[in-house]
Structure formats: structure tokens, C-alpha cells
């Protein structure tokens, strides 16, 4: 449904606001307060209303409610004096009083700020073994194009839910929401690599631009951001392709690294005990190249996942080593949204002052705001912070730029968050679902066990110990849980686990 008042459209089923051609930003909770007033716009519309039909009956402070009215106003040009479209009447509530035009879907106005998937790159060259180094040239071109602010740029894991299908780009583009395709192939023989690559209009299928690229290994980089420049020139031409250029610095030069960080890559976030494994590939990389930012961040990354999934041999001596590769990351690469966020994730756990660190992953979102684990790792930091309802914010963000990623991380912080505000039966089946989704991870057995015991569902929660500990033996992390701030927090976690354990603990 578009609703137009003034200027302003405003599209419940894509959730956007926009004023004229721009669509303006508005943080998930101020959009839903603002629909919700658009769609009552017949009546005022109390403080109980509001808490019920935006934040689902959850108890919300009345500093919090006017900071989202606020938001509201500030994204219409409104303020609390004027009050031209919300206007607050005392001691009653809240109403819009702009005059709305309801639109049919069909003239929704197609994005005026260019959004594009990246599509996996076929292998042509006949060596499965290649895959990585196909797929990593994709990464690459994907985190060129994101770092530019105009350029909505879906995640690699949502577009790379294509791999290996023949696909309709009118399809990917309606399921996807998104205008423009990128599709293309990477040969590579010997010490030569072509790429072949073409931009395709995914409103109506037309091929708007295509190209190859030919060129040495040792001139790989030089290729990449030849592909991203030529596709950020046929979607915005007024654009200087030089701020391409400039955005796309390499972390290393070392093609030998490189091809030990693709390699630590494609397996890092496919399955927990493949860790130890992509922490030796990313440790060859550093040693040939200590400044390395990617492969330092992504080691410092491993270190923690091994200390929190309770799979590490050593955890103080990983505890020390994840947070020295998170420190020397930010050093050699400090400017890099994904070195900002992952950096901040790994020091929020072992132990860094968290507001820093929240601070630090702002950031990375500031650079590169359509950095899809960015909004995962600051929904995450905010819940080891005890902000849970912002966590399910930034959560939810995540998976609106991810649509068709794996969901178990996202998911499981929004079930975590539920958990902590003791919403346990809204919690569990978020908490079953990240489980569905990443059997390996164990955080989301925890958090499910404990909903289980505090519901006194007692079968159900020894039933999840027991899966539990067939993934590690580290069924109550004692020393792991100062990562949580909140004390209440801590004892809810703890006395969940040992409640669902009984007497084996």
C-alpha cells in the first residue's frame, strides 16, 4: 500500500519514505510509529495504542516513545510547533492530520537511489577447485560498489543464494527489490584471468552494458576495480568514476595472501568446526603479510568464535592472540567497514569497553550502510550491551539488506534479545529457527535451553542439553559470560542453564 501526503509517499509494503525522488532515512521503529499513525489517521491515538500496535504490548519509557515521535517529525519537516502533520493533543495522544491519498502499487515511483545485486560469477575454468577464487572476485567487486554511499547494495550471501541456477533477472529483481543485475564469468588459466561482465535493467530485462577484462594475475586488483568502475559509470553517470577508484583500496599485494585469505573466507562462516582450520589458512596469510587487514580481522574473529562455541584448547591464549589480531587489524586498515565491525565484535568479547566499541561499529554502518553483518554486529554488541529492543532493530535491519542470506545470525540475536526481556515464548521460535539454520552454533542452544527450563518446559530443555553437547562440551560458559554487561542478564543466561541441565552441572 502508498500512501501520499504533500510531497511525501510513503510505502508500507517496501518501507520506505520518500520526499519527491529521495527516499529518507528513518530507523525501523520510528517507520512502524508512522505507518501505524498514517493507516488511524481517523482518530488520536493513545500512548496504550501506540505501545500496542508498534512495539507489540512491550513496556517502552516516555522518553523513548517522544525520541521516535520526534524521529518522526524531523523525517517530515514537522517539529512540535508547527505540528502540520503529527500533532500532539494533551493528555489524549498522537494523530496525523495530513490529508492522505491512498495509491494502487502500480505507480510506486522505482527507486531514485540505484540499488544492484551482484550476481556469482560463473567459473569457466573447469576446475571446481577455482570456486573460492570465483567467488572472491565477486566479494571483491561487491565491497567496491558498497562502499559507495548513493549505491544500495544487496549482500553477498543474499545474492549468492543464486549460485549454480538459471536465473530471470526480472525475478531476482522483484524478490530482491532491487533495479539493477550484475552477471558475468571469471576464466582463469595460468597466470591470466578474464572476467566478462554485464549489467542487466532488472525492471525490464535490457541489457544496459557489458564488457571483458583481460589482464595478469599480478594485475588482478587493477581488473576488479575496472569492472566496478564501468558499472558505477552506466548507473549514475554524473558520478566521477574516480571516487570508485579511491574507495577500493586492497588490504594486501600479496597474491599469495590473497589466495590464503579466499581460501580462510569461504569456509569461516560455513560451519563452526571448520574454524580452526580457517584460522591456520588466515595465521600463513599474516605471516606473509602482518599487515594484512582482512586477514587479521577475520583471524581476530576466529579466535573469539573458538572461545565462545567452547572449541578452543587455549582459551586465555586465544583470548589474548584474537584480541591482538582485532587491535593490529584497525591499524593497518582502520578506514574498512568490514574491518571496523568485526574488529568491534571481537573486542566487545573479550572484554573492551563496550561503549568504544559501539562506537567503532557505527562507524563501519556510517562508511557502508548497506553493510549487511555490520547491522548483525551492532545489533549484537547492543545486546551483550543490554539493549535488546535495539538489537531486534538492527537485527531486523540486517535481514531486510540480506533477504536471502542465511538467517540463523540474525535470528538468533533477535531470539537472545526476546530472552533477555523474558519474552520467552516469543523468543523460542526465533531461537528455533537460528538453530534450523546454523546446527553448529551453539549460543542458540543455550538461549533455547534456558527459555525451556524458565517456562518449566524441563523434557524439552534437557533435550536441547543433550543436542547441545554433542556440538561441545562447554554447556555452561562460567568464564564467557562477562561478555555480557548486563548482571541481571548474566544470571538469567546462567540460571536458565542450570536449571535445564539439573544435576550434571
Given at each position: ?7 511525501h ?14 527516499i529518507?532515512?528513518?530507523?525501523p ?35 523513548a ?14 517539529d512540535g510547533?508547527a ?14 492530520i495530513?490529508e492522505?491519498?491512498e495509491?494502487?502499487?502500480q505507480?510506486?515511483?522505482?527507486p531514485?537511489?540505484?540499488?544492484i ?9 573447469g576446475d571446481?577447485e ?29 545474492s549468492f ?8 533477472v526480472?525475478q ?15 576464466r582463469k588459466a ?8 554485464q549489467?542487466?535493467?532488472a525492471l525490464?530485462?535490457a541489457h544496459?552494458?557489458a ?5 595478469s594475475?599480478?594485475d ?19 558520478l566521477?568514476?574516480?571516487?570508485t577508484?579511491?574507495?577500493a ?14 581460501r ?6 560455513s ?5 580452526p582450520?580457517a584460522?591456520?589458512?588466515l ?8 599487515h ?7 583471524a ?14 587455549d582459551?586465555?591464549a586465544?583470548?589474548?592472540?584474537g584480541a591482538?589480531?582485532?587491535r593490529?587489524?584497525?591499524?593497518a ?22 561503549s568504544?566499541?559501539m562506537?567503532?561499529?557505527?562507524r563501519?554502518?556510517?562508511?557502508n ?15 551483550f ?6 538489537a531486534?532493530?538492527?537485527?531486523e ?5 540480506s ?15 526476546h530472552?533477555?526481556?523474558r519474552?520467552?515464548?516469543?523468543a523460542?521460535?526465533m531461537?528455533?529457527?537460528?538453530i534450523?539454520n ?10 533455547l535451553a ?10 524439552e ?31 538469567l ?13
Open positions: 500500500m502508498i500512501l501520499a501526503f504533500g510531497n509517499r510513503l510505502d508500507i509494503e517496501r518501507r520506505e519514505l520518500r520526499r519527491g525522488a529521495d529518507i532515512d528513518l530507523e521503529k520510528a517507520f512502524d510509529l508512522l505507518a501505524f499513525l498514517v493507516l488511524h489517521r481517523d482518530r488520536v491515538v493513545s500512548k496504550d495504542d501506540l505501545l500496542q500496535g508498534v512495539w507489540g504490548g512491550r513496556i517502552v519509557s516516555e522518553s516513545l517522544t525520541t521516535r515521535i520526534n524521529a518522526v517529525r524531523r523525517a517530515l519537516g514537522d510547533v505540528q502540520r502533520l503529527v500533532r500532539t493533543l494533551t493528555r489524549k495522544g498522537v494523530r496525523f495530513g492522505v491519498t495509491l494502487p502499487d505507480v510506486a515511483p522505482t531514485d537511489k540505484p540499488s545485486a551482484v550476481l556469482p560469477f560463473e567459473n569457466m575454468s571446481p577455482q570456486e573460492y577464487f570465483v567467488d572472491g572476485m565477486v566479494e571483491e567487486i561487491i565491497t567496491a560498489l558498497s562502499r559507495i554511499r548513493w549505491l544500495f547494495v544487496i549482500a553477498r550471501n543474499s543464494a543464486y549460485k549454480g541456477q538459471t536465473v530471470d526480472k531476482v529483481g522483484r524478490e530482491l527489490s532491487i533495479r539493477y543485475v550484475l552477471e558475468g564469468s571469471v595460468g597466470g591470466r584471468v578474464r572476467i566478462t561482465a549489467l542487466i535493467d525490464n530485462g544496459l552494458w564488457d571483458r577484462f583481460d589482464g594475475l599480478e588482478v586488483f587493477e581488473l576488479q576495480d575496472r569492472v566496478a568502475i564501468s558499472v558505477a559509470g552506466v548507473i549514475e553517470p554524473t566521477q568514476a574516480a571516487e577508484a579511491r574507495s583500496n586492497r588490504s594486501t599485494n600479496d597474491l599469495t595472501a590473497y589466495d590464503l585469505y579466499l580462510a573466507y569461504s569456509i569461516v562462516l560451519a563452526a568446526p571448520l574454524i582450520e584460522l591456520r589458512l595465521e600463513q596469510a599474516i605471516e606473509r603479510d602482518p594484512y587487514g582482512l586477514a587479521l580481522v577475520w581476530a574473529v576466529c579466535c573469539q568464535r573458538l572461545c565462545m562455541d567452547g572449541r578452543s584448547e582459551p586465555e586465544d583470548r589474548h592472540k591482538d589480531f582485532a593490529r587489524a584497525l591499524q586498515a582502520g578506514d574498512d567497514p568490514v574491518v571496523l565491525a568485526n574488529a568491534a565484535l571481537a573486542l566487545t568479547w573479550f572484554g573492551e569497553d563496550i568504544a566499541m562506537s567503532l561499529a557505527d563501519a554502518l556510517a562508511l550502510p548497506s553493510f549487511a553483518r555490520g547491522w548483525y554486529i551492532t545489533g549484537l554488541i547492543r545486546l550491551a543490554g539493549e535488546p529492543d535495539t531486534i532493530e538492527h537485527a535491519v540486517s535481514l531486510r539488506l533477504p536471502r542470506a542465511r538467517i540463523g545470525w540474525a535470528v538468533g540475536v533477535i531470539g537472545a534479545a530472552f533477555f526481556s519474552r520467552f515464548d516469543q523460542v521460535p531461537l528455533r529457527l537460528a534450523q546454523n546446527q553448529t552454533f551453539p549460543s542458540s542452544y543455550r538461549y534456558g527459555c525451556y527450563a524458565h517456562m518449566g518446559r524441563m523434557d530443555a534437557r533435550e536441547v542439553i543433550r543436542r547441545l553437547r554433542c556440538i561441545t562440551s562447554l554447556t555452561i560458559p562460567r568464564p564467557s559470560t562477562t561478555y555480557m554487561r548486563n548482571p541481571e542478564h548474566r544470571e543466561f546462567l540460571s536458565g542453564l542450570r536449571l535445564a541441565a539439573g544435576e550434571e552441572t
